[in-house]
């Protein structure tokens, strides 16, 4: 009779954690509204997030954009379609593959990063601190870093996006002679605004994801200095696996309204 309740248990704190993680994001969408608003701790934390990712970023798309054009160019150019290389890397760079990738690697630097900082103040007894002193550490420490993730993570993937196709080009124009001029110029004619506006939408919603799961993981820290490793492990993996099931729903969403 033990091993059905052992089978179970980590069901039930699956679902017990995601509800209080509801709960979590709740006290969140309470709190940015109400004053007072801790502007100078939102500007500091979006450049940390935003300025120190831009190497990494950048590498990224850049890589991202070579190899996925070194490995589709052989492809087309057996169906002779090679003069679409331009519009299927764009549209898919732009609408997929960035925003999910740079998510991801977002979500190993900065949603890792926010779960151990918070979960070190929080076996330190900082947070507690903080109550005693009557200052309001939910919305000094959370609020300002979910906002600051949702803002920065798109202009992250637009950059990317940008460092991606520009990869692209540079390929296109070594292997295929092709300029970068008429590249861009098919990346521009390709885009539509049906393709930018649901990728931007998704964006957002990611970052909040990173900054939700990263807090929530970091603040509810428990069992010493073994505790912060374990919430900056499970931030990366509860991040993930809600990236994929945000990237389905907007994929889907965006068929049903889209689609022609």
């Known amino acids: 009779?033990?091993?059905p309740n052992s089978i179970l248990d980590p069901i039930k704190v699956f679902f017990a954690e995601i509800g209080d993680m509801?709960?979590?994001a709740g006290r969140f969408f309470r709190e940015v509204f109400s004053p007072p608003f801790e502007f100078r701790e939102l500007v500091r934390q979006c450049y940390n997030m935003g300025n120190r990712s831009l190497l990494l970023v950048s590498v990224t798309g850049f890589i991202l954009g070579l190899v996925f054009t070194l490995q589709s160019r052989p492809t087309l150019m057996q169906f002779g379609a090679q003069s679409w290389m331009a519009s299927m890397v764009s549209l898919s760079i732009v609408r997929e593959i960035g925003p999910v990738i740079i998510a991801l690697i977002c979500a190993g630097k900065i949603g890792s990063g926010i779960g151990a900082e918070l979960g070190s103040m929080r076996v330190t007894e900082q947070i507690d601190a903080m109550e005693v002193s009557g200052t309001n550490p939910f919305k000094y420490l959370v609020v300002t870093r979910i906002v600051a993730t949702t803002l920065m993570l798109p202009l992250?993937?637009?950059m990317g996006d940008a460092i991606a196709l520009l990869g692209s080009a540079l390929v296109e124009n070594i292997k295929g002679d092709v300029s970068f001029q008429f590249y861009f110029n098919q990346v521009s004619d390709a885009?539509?605004?049906?393709?930018l506006l649901p990728a931007t939408v998704k964006s957002v919603f990611f970052g909040f994801a990173i900054g939700l799961v990263g807090c929530y993981k970091g603040y509810n820290c428990?069992?010493?200095t073994v505790g912060v490793g374990e919430a900056s492990n499970s931030a990366v993996v509860y991040i993930s696996m809600l990236l994929f099931i945000i990237d389905f729903i907007a994929v889907f969403i965006t068929n049903i309204f889209f689609e022609s």
């Open 156 to 158: 992250l993937i637009l």
């Open 22 to 24: 509801t709960l979590f």
């Open 1 to 3: 009779m033990s091993q």
């Open 191 to 195: 885009l539509q605004f049906s393709d």
């Open 222 to 224: 428990s069992k010493g």
